[in-house]
């Protein structure tokens, strides 16, 4: 059985910061595409950033100077380092797996930023 565990949102200050963690298990990890997405309310879900499994990595554009995404394939675990965080980056933050044609999600993890 495939899971994806996220962990690490809350409430944070405008300007401050949050480290997101996403631990699977039932995958072989290594060989998965990592991602971030969040859901606010009232829009569409969106990418945030993905890592593959060669590490490379890919932001939205509003993003990449904030956030980063890294990965421990020795824990299973994708990371999403968010700095300065905006009213605007609050969502839900959902992780996701791929590989090939399978697709994975985590049940979400909230973030909240207060102006």
């Known amino acids: 059985q495939v899971q994806l565990v996220e962990s690490g949102g809350g409430l944070v200050q405008a300007g401050g910061s949050l480290r997101l963690s996403c631990a699977a298990s039932?995958?072989?990890?290594?060989?998965?595409?990592m991602a971030w997405y969040r859901k606010a309310p009232g829009k569409q879900r969106e990418l945030v950033a993905l890592i593959t499994n060669g590490g490379r990595t890919n932001y939205k554009d509003s993003m990449k100077d904030r956030f980063t995404i890294s990965r421990d394939n020795a824990k299973n675990t994708v990371y999403l380092q968010m700095n300065g965080l905006k009213p605007e980056d609050t969502a839900v933050y959902y992780c996701n797996a791929e590989h090939g044609s399978l697709y994975y999600w985590g049940q979400g993890t909230q973030v909240t930023v207060s102006s």
């Open positions: 039932g995958i072989i990890f290594s060989l998965n595409t």
